[in-house]
């Protein structure tokens, strides 16, 4: 693998009789001992995600050690361990460690521990410094203008909800209410719920007296709570005279709960639509009258419910409501319009169809019906053929996804959808505006002066009475009507293919050439009808449309058009395996063309393309002079199973993005042979990917990745690379080899 030699070789670590994570436990465990502050620090961060109990002893030396940092990663590691016998020792430093740092490390790992003794001290620290117990560092507050106890005292009350002892209920009460402390609200109230029968009566009590915000918190740490005395509580909130307090409660309930039912009759509509949706499927019955509810969110609630659920909703009668329900307020219209298609199947979806070129109709429900209709398939073709070239872009972007959407459901080819985004791409599915007529613009001579003797022979002349003219019917006439008629030019004959033809009746377009085109879009409706045919059709994957877009790459379109196929020509070598060959040549002309995004998309597409010419192509990419460029062809390496000595210099190619695809790529292929290219690329560039190699190992070459880092960590020549080397021997054996996670799946 790698010829480098940055890191020193030592001889390979013998495991025999002792597995590769004890060794490294045992390295760590020195260097918690002897290494320097950041050492130590990493050391005990990674003896506390190894989780190893024998770990536990040096972990309980480093609370004693001269650097904060390394007591408080100790505790923090201790934590993670989870061994009651060394909870002592973490008391100790909860009371008598002066950095606060260290204090919250400590309780926190108390409360992993779940250690009861803690409990009085938690009780006192949330009300008070308890400073006949805890030692404090008294120029602290001096020297970093922080007060640590706030938040030793948030942390004494995440432990009192951990452990809830019911005595404490006074404490977290007065706490709360103290107006000149640090809001404790949320935390308090969580302890309180799990506080059996007096924490409940003190959220009562507090619910009563409090207003809505405190109301709201209340909701919200009930619901958190299965604490049984709440049970009531529950059941009053939901009838509480605030609709927002009802809204929140109701979802306290289970759906079956009979107390939910009033509320599907309740004043305020946001509390109907919540429970509706909340509780609607439990309570179909209830959801009839609600159809012709008259607050829109509420019916389309009811809707979605119905859509979602239609074998609990055959019903004649239902379903002639429903029918009726799909007008008025746009979004609940086109709810209605899919639960109606979701009961009497696709040819419900004929009676909505001619909403889509009806302008008259609101846009947002227009667009719906598109997304009603999508499931009926070939039957709603035709009409979105014709929305594809409406002048609102919301709605012609939204039928072609739909039209991909039908064409990669469909199993059959050729199907009418695919190929009407096949005539978009060709950019005839809507045809361009007709250029209007350029009048020849002839120079006049300039008019004399008017004296008052010609002012006076004009006046002379210009009968009393003005000649009656028809009024001009359009533009054109009047233009007509004011000046000489020009001969117009007949506009060259445009000859469709039958297939363009076929299309073209399906849409029933209306001529363009006056159409008027909003300025607040980025593109002429024929301009985006092509491009985004371009990439909707990566999904729908066969012979024929990746013959089309190749096609494309030959012709003059504009850059947006070009990069929707390379980017679908791209998807359809992923999804199949392989490109045909044909697409090698214009692809390889692409790769040098100015645009970055270009050459990028046709060196992702190329990749697919199989045969020894391609790999051959793909390392004369490793040198192009772009940056994402090499990054696609070791992408394409790496699906490719290419591995080479190109693929390991790329592990030092000055952009790091080549460095890392690389580093992936020769982890799955090469394995265990991997590990040195990979660990001299962790310690490389500051460290940066140390964790992402970590992982790597951990999932490719466990044994020897952590082999070659304990090397690492064993050559003092090297020790400036050994922070890198200890991050990254954490995060390894917290991966699962790649071997066991196959077996699993």
């Known amino acids: 693998m790698h010829q480098k030699t940055g890191i020193a070789r030592l001889p390979r670590l013998n495991e025999g009789g002792r597995t590769m994570k004890t060794e490294a436990r045992d390295r760590l465990t020195e260097l918690l001992t002897d290494g320097i502050d950041v050492h130590r620090c990493a050391a005990a961060r990674a003896l506390g995600s190894m989780g190893l109990p024998e770990s536990s002893a040096p972990l309980v030396k480093a609370l004693l050690d001269e650097d904060p940092d390394v007591r408080a990663d100790a505790a923090a590691a201790l934590g993670q361990l989870n061994d009651p016998s060394t909870a002592g020792k973490l008391m100790e430093n909860l009371l008598g460690d002066p950095e606060s740092d260290v204090k919250r490390a400590a309780i926190k790992a108390l409360i992993a521990m779940r250690y009861e003794p803690v409990v009085p001290l938690l009780r006192k620290l949330a009300v008070s410094r308890a400073e006949e117990d805890v030692y404090w560092d008294g120029d602290e507050f001096y020297t970093s203008g922080w007060d640590a106890w706030v938040d030793i005292q948030m942390s004494a009350f995440e432990g009192l909800a951990v452990f809830a002892p019911k005595e404490a209920v006074p404490e977290i009460v007065g706490a709360m209410m103290d107006d000149e402390a640090q809001d404790l609200t949320e935390p308090g109230l969580r302890a309180l719920s799990h506080m059996g029968e007096p924490g409940a009566h003190a959220i009562i009590d507090l619910y009563a007296k409090g207003d809505t915000r405190m109301c709201r918190r ?147 429900f227009r667009v719906g019906v598109i997304e009603a209709v999508q499931g009926a398939g070939d039957i709603a073709v035709p009409a979105l053929l014709q929305a594809a070239g409406d002048e609102d872009r919301h709605l012609r972007l939204a039928a072609l996804t739909a039209l991909a959407e039908i064409a990669s459901n469909d199993p059959k080819w050729p199907n009418d959808a695919g190929l009407g985004l096949i005539v978009g791409l060709n950019g005839d599915l809507v045809l361009p505006p007709e250029e209007p007529e350029v009048e020849e613009v002839v120079e006049e001579e300039p008019l004399p002066e008017i004296t008052e003797e010609i002012a006076k022979e004009i006046d002379e002349e210009l009968p009393l009475v003005a000649e009656e003219r028809k009024p001009a019917t359009s533009t054109l006439e009047a233009i007509k009507s004011n000046l000489p008629d020009a001969p117009a030019s007949e506009p060259e004959e445009v000859v469709l293919s039958e297939e363009q033809q076929h299309f073209l009746d399906l849409t029933k377009k209306r001529k363009h050439a006056k159409r008027k085109i909003s300025w607040d879009i980025a593109a002429a409706p024929h301009e985006d009808v092509q491009r985004f045919s371009a990439r909707l059709l990566g999904s729908v994957v066969n012979v024929e449309v990746t013959e089309k877009l190749i096609e494309v790459l030959s012709k003059d379109v504009d850059e947006d058009v070009l990069h929707g196929a390379l980017f679908s020509l791209a998807k359809h070598g992923e999804q199949t395996g392989a490109l045909p060959d044909a697409a090698l040549a214009p692809l390889q002309k692409l790769l040098e063309n100015d645009t970055s995004e270009t050459r990028v998309l046709a060196a992702r597409a190329m990749g697919w393309i199989k045969g020894a010419d391609i790999d051959v192509a793909l390392l004369d990419m490793l040198k192009s002079t772009d940056p994402l460029v090499r990054v696609e062809a070791i992408r394409a390496m790496d699906h490719r199973d290419l591995a080479s000595k190109e693929m390991i210099d790329a592990l030092d190619d000055e952009y790091l993005g080549v460095g890392i695809a690389a580093a992936r790529a020769l982890a799955r292929l090469y394995g265990d042979a991997s590990v040195d290219a990979l660990v001299l690329f962790a310690v490389s560039h500051d460290g940066t990917y140390r964790r992402d190699i970590g992982k790597l190992l951990g999932e490719f070459a466990p044994k020897a990745g952590a082999a070659r880092l304990l090397e690492l960590l064993a050559d003092e020549s090297q020790k400036a690379r050994w922070l890198v080397a200890i991050d990254a021997l954490a995060e390894l054996f917290q991966q699962q080899p790649r071997e066991e996670a196959l077996k699993v799946a």
């Open 218 to 364: 209340i909701v919200k740490a009930v619901g958190e709570s299965d604490n049984p005395h709440l049970d009531a509580l529950r059941g009053g909130m939901i009838a509480d005279v605030k609709p927002e307090i009802r809204r929140l409660a109701l979802e306290n309930l289970e759906p079956s709960d009979d107390r939910l039912k009033p509320l599907f009759g309740d004043k305020d509509a946001s509390v109907r639509a919540a429970v509706v949706k909340h509780a609607g499927l439990q309570n179909a019955l209830l959801l009839w009258d609600l159809i012709k509810d008259p607050e829109p969110e509420v019916r389309a609630e009811v809707f979605r419910i119905i859509a979602a659920h239609p074998d609990k909703f055959r019903d004649e009668d239902l379903e002639k409501a429903i029918q009726k329900a799909i007008a008025g307020e746009p979004k609940a219209a086109k709810q209605a319009a899919l639960a109606l298609i979701a009961l009497k199947g696709p040819e419900a979806a004929k009676g909505l169809l001619h909403v889509l070129g009806n302008k008259s109709i609101p846009q947002e």
